[in-house]
């Protein structure tokens, strides 16, 4: 079956990086775009952004250009998010989502079980 | 960029019918895609394509979409149903998805 796990919870303090995994089972991690979305405490769900998992070519939504960058290790079917400069509005839950479509009309099939980073210090 | 508005707040009492709206600039010519998120879960794709339930989605669960308004109607709620529930559409402009605000479900 569909999986994506996602690594665990992350305490950072302000400045520092932290990377996010994704790793996908259950079918073949390249077959579909994947999407990064982020929810900040009690608040909704936004859209980060996707990386073509066929070419790792990402795209980002324009409030997470900059400190924010997707990347892909295909022979561990793995997806990443990494953060630099943490601030601390930069804590929330971040989910990995795999895109049902690959030309465009998003939607997302499968969820990661979210990782949550804390920034404090 | 597209904007999708849902009310905050909906409560139900257990047997009753949920619906819970989704409002934008005639969405009735996109496709509403509906996502379920139990507390502390992430969130769970329940309808695709304004009315197409995932394997595994009982069929209390249905989606309507028409002029400015799509619509998620859950039959028989039950205690379980109890989530925050999102609206997402693909906004072609912007070549972006794009999410409602969600809507707390609170089953009394």
């Known amino acids: 079956q569909v999986q994506l796990v996602q690594s665990g919870s992350e305490l950072k303090k302000p400045g520092a990086s932290v990377k996010v995994s994704c790793k996908a089972s259950g079918y073949t991690l390249t077959s579909y775009p994947l999407n990064w979305v982020r929810q900040a405490p009690g608040q909704g769900l936004e859209w980060m952004g996707w990386?073509?998992?066929?070419?790792?070519?990402?795209t980002y939504a324009q409030a997470f250009t900059g400190r924010f960058v997707f990347s892909l290790d295909t022979s561990v079917s793995t997806a990443y998010l990494q953060i630099t400069s943490l601030k601390a509005e930069d804590t929330a839950v971040y989910y990995c989502?795999?895109?049902?479509?690959?030309?465009?009309?998003?939607?997302?099939?499968?969820w990661g079980q979210g990782t949550l980073v804390t920034v404090s210090s | 960029s597209y904007v999708l508005t849902q009310p905050p707040s909906v409560a139900v009492a257990p047997g009753e019918t949920a619906r819970i709206s989704c409002g934008g600039s005639?969405?009735?010519?996109?496709?509403v895609h509906w996502y379920q998120q139990r507390p502390g879960q992430a969130p769970v794709l329940v309808i695709s394509y304004d009315r197409d339930r995932p394997s595994g989605i009982p069929e209390r669960f249905s989606g309507s979409n028409s002029g400015n308004t799509a619509t998620l109607t859950i039959s028989r709620v039950e205690a379980g149903d109890e989530a925050d529930y999102y609206c997402q559409v693909w906004d072609s402009s912007s070549e972006h998805p794009v999410f409602g605000g969600g809507s707390k479900l609170t089953v009394l």
């Open positions: 990386i073509n998992t066929n070419s790792g070519n990402p």
């Open positions: 005639n969405i009735g010519d996109k496709s």
């Open positions: 989502a795999r895109d049902a479509n690959d030309y465009g009309d998003s939607y997302f099939d499968y």
